[in-house]
């Protein structure tokens, strides 16, 4: 049961077009594992058709050119309306989004120790904001650490605690600028999240703060 | 069928909700644009995209194209795109529409939201040049025949939200339509408050839940 879940700037955001790539990445991570969450996104994607059908053309150049039509139709003759792939999404702990990114499910993701038994991976996203996997053992913390801008953490498997709450799998947290937290990962099972942050993490320990150049976060 | 484009530019269309009746009419000969009533009940252009995904029916995508084909145009326009590239972009939209008429579900959204998500990703295409990750896929029109009351529903509420838009006052629907067709920050977006969505997002909750059922 997921207790955590988008808020709708995010999800509007999302719809909008207007998030950076990991953003984009974990709030389509998030839906797979959410129906709630994918129909408050269609409900604002619908916003958006509003928007669009109901536009006035009010510039001369908005008019499409004499032969578009034609060029389109020459187009569609080419091949008839397809029919719908209807394949079953594959299951494992990563959903379709995340599994492209990692090239493959869990155990395709190459982890770096960063210290106390945990484990990182940075994803490929552009710049604007940086995707990684976490990887913390059973009944281990994660530094105390604040952040400049947007941090989002959705559990993929196992749970944490922190100030805030429980997380537990498809749960997400949303932490601004504000929240100062110490993530502690459930006794027992290892804890497994996407982290998404729009600017670099700072670490409160003077320690934690010599590592974070080799955290590249 | 070139008579079936839009006048847009002289007529100045005033969107699809004012018209109370749902009736789409040229305005010169009050005529009906080729629907019948009782299509036209089921919800805006869902006849069109039907006869197109069932029949590969021309005619009905020409006047999908005559509609949505400017106005995807102007969205790119407005989101920065120079008139050249969008209106290559438009076209590449609508022949995606062609292409993927099969996948649209009148239970889980309107042809026009339907088109705004394919316009808005070929956006992010052209503007950011990233990738876009997608949820994963739910298996998209899978009953043959869609369900006519949830379809009808889903359709009705689609037009009361449109409505329920127009209705916002000035500043509101201003910065809604940055948000969608210009370029606002994610924490301008959290500024955007009382979207009338609690209905239509209920009507989506449930064709999802239908759609988990037959997976199984």
Same mark, same amino acid.
């Given at each position: 049961m997921i207790r955590h879940h988008l808020n709708d700037a995010l999800l509007m955001g999302y719809s909008a077009g207007q998030l950076p790539e990991a953003f984009n990445l974990i709030v389509a991570t998030h839906i797979s594992m959410c129906d709630e969450c994918r129909a408050r996104l269609e409900s604002f994607d619908a916003v958006g058709g509003a928007l669009l059908s109901g536009a006035t053309i009010d510039a001369p150049e908005q008019v499409m050119k004499n032969d578009s039509l034609a060029q389109v139709l020459a187009r569609i003759?080419?091949? &008839? &309306?397809e029919m719908p792939a209807r394949s079953k999404p594959k299951r494992g702990v990563f959903p379709a989004p995340l599994r492209d990114y990692v090239g493959g499910d869990l155990d395709a993701v190459r982890w770096r120790a960063v210290g106390g038994g945990v484990r990182q991976a940075i994803l490929p996203t552009a710049r604007d904001a940086s995707a990684r996997l976490l990887f913390i053992p059973g009944g281990v913390a994660v530094p105390d650490h604040g952040h400049r801008g947007t941090e989002l953490t959705l559990v993929l498997k196992g749970a944490f605690r922190d100030e805030v709450d429980r997380f537990g799998p498809g749960d997400i947290e949303i932490a601004t600028e504000e929240l100062e937290h110490t993530p502690i990962a459930e006794p027992g099972e290892d804890c497994i999240c996407l982290v998404v942050t729009d600017a670099p993490l700072r670490f409160s320990g003077l320690v934690p703060r010599l590592l974070q150049p080799f955290l590249k976060i | 069928m070139l008579q079936l484009l839009d006048k847009s530019p002289i007529t100045r269309r005033q969107g699809p909700l004012s018209d109370p009746s749902g009736f789409k009419v040229v305005p010169q000969t009050g005529r009906v644009w080729g629907v019948t009533q009782a299509e036209e009940v089921q919800g805006e252009w869902v006849a069109q995209i039907l006869r197109v995904a069932r029949d590969a029916d021309e005619a009905a995508f020409v006047e999908l194209f005559a509609h949505f084909a400017p106005r995807v145009k102007g969205f790119l326009m407005k989101s920065g795109t120079d008139a050249a590239v969008a209106e290559e972009c438009a076209q590449d939209v609508m022949a995606t529409v062609w292409n993927k008429a099969r996948q649209f579900d009148p239970e889980r959204a309107s042809v026009a939201t339907w088109i705004f998500t394919i316009a808005r990703n070929r956006r992010i295409d052209v503007l950011r040049k990233s990738r876009r990750p997608e949820p994963e896929d739910l298996p998209w029109g899978p009953e043959p025949e869609p369900d006519q009351a949830d379809a009808l529903a889903l359709q009705q509420e689609s037009k009361k939200l449109g409505a329920a838009i127009a209705l916002l006052p000035e500043n509101q629907r201003a910065l809604i339509e940055q948000a969608y067709f210009g370029d606002l920050s994610h924490g301008e977006i959290a500024r955007i408050t009382g979207l009338p969505l609690g209905t239509i997002k209920s009507r989506i909750r449930l064709a999802l839940e239908k759609l988990r059922q037959s997976m199984t």
């Open positions: 003759r080419q091949a &008839p &309306p | -």
